[in-house]
């Protein structure tokens, strides 16, 4: 088995504490030499300024190519090229362009007035600059607004025509849910690279309710090797294995790339690219 090329996503700290684990993060798996690690956006664009000043440092500091995320959320079109132009400014190429999830609390994702009213619109301004690589989130499972999988594969196939050159899937279970998504987006004419986003279980029950908030197939056989496994104290040895087949599974067919949201933990993840053979290349001195 060949080692995969990989990716992070990490999340911009909010206080002091979580800086420092941020940098502690990036400094545990920058030896691993990812392609790129991306900067999430909050929900409903709540980390707009952590966001920028978190890529612009992490660009500028660790020596990784840094991808910002961008969203549609609570801004107007020139207020969000601005945000890009100021990532272009900073020498940041890279954005992976998402609508954004609505704020806490609200009903539903409501386009600003002098907004962008979805990604396809975002993703085709950026493309019109010429500054910038651009990726895309993708769904292997259902998103719990769209009518079925189809009209995903339709969506994600119009992001790509309207600028896009790769897609990050939102996490799942079992190997399975992405290769089909993946041959169903051959099958519909998608040709650009399609990751599989690999989330690995910290913590069970926050991510068991995340998977239900967000649509994914959460299976029987997995609930039970939590439950087992968190009366016996073994949660971590669990989840490092899971991760771990998964990600073999998707090698052992065809998958040439996994990106990793780390949730700025960097343990799971890092013992999991050890066992799948990607081992530290480089050492990121600490910057003062």
């Known amino acids: 088995m060949t080692s995969p090329d990989i990716s992070f996503e990490f999340f911009p700290p909010q ?8 940098w502690d993060t990036v400094q545990a798996l920058a030896p691993l030499t990812p392609r790129f690690v991306s900067v999430t956006y909050g929900a409903g664009g709540t980390t707009r300024d952590l966001t920028r000043d978190a890529v612009a440092t992490l660009h500028k500091s660790s020596g990784l190519n840094v991808a910002a995320h961008l969203t549609c959320v609570d801004a107007t079109r020139a207020e969000t ?3 890009a132009e100021d990532f272009a400014a900073a020498g940041v190429s890279e954005i992976v362009a998402l609508r954004g999830d609505p704020p806490k609390g609200s ?3 409501r386009p600003h ?7 396809v619109e975002l993703i085709e301004a950026l493309a019109d600059t010429g500054k910038f690589t651009i990726r895309v989130g993708a769904y292997p499972e259902k998103h719990p607004e769209a009518a079925d999988r189809k009209a995903d594969i339709d969506w994600l196939k119009r992001k790509i025509d309207a600028g896009a050159t790769e897609a990050l899937t939102q996490f799942f279970f079992e190997a399975d849910a992405f290769l089909r998504f ?3 987006c051959a099958a519909a004419g998608i040709d650009a690279p399609i990751v599989p986003g690999i989330l690995p279980i910290e913590n069970w029950k926050g991510v068991r309710n ?3 908030r967000c649509g994914t197939t959460i299976p029987a056989w997995l609930e039970d090797a939590f439950a087992k496994a968190t009366r016996d104290g073994r949660e971590d040895l669990l989840a490092t294995a899971i991760c771990t087949e998964l990600c073999s599974d998707l090698l052992d067919e065809g998958v040439n790339a996994l990106h990793f949201y780390t949730l700025n933990r960097p343990e799971l993840t890092r013992d999991v690219c050890h066992a799948l053979g990607v081992v530290p290349q480089v050492r990121l001195e600490n910057v003062a």
């Open 15 to 22: 206080n002091l504490e979580a800086s420092f684990r941020l």
């Open 81 to 83: 090229l601005k945000i």
């Open 107 to 109: 009903d539903g994702f």
């Open 113 to 119: 007035p002098e907004g962008f009213a979805h990604s």
């Open 182 to 184: 993946r041959d169903d």
């Open 210 to 212: 995340f998977a239900r």
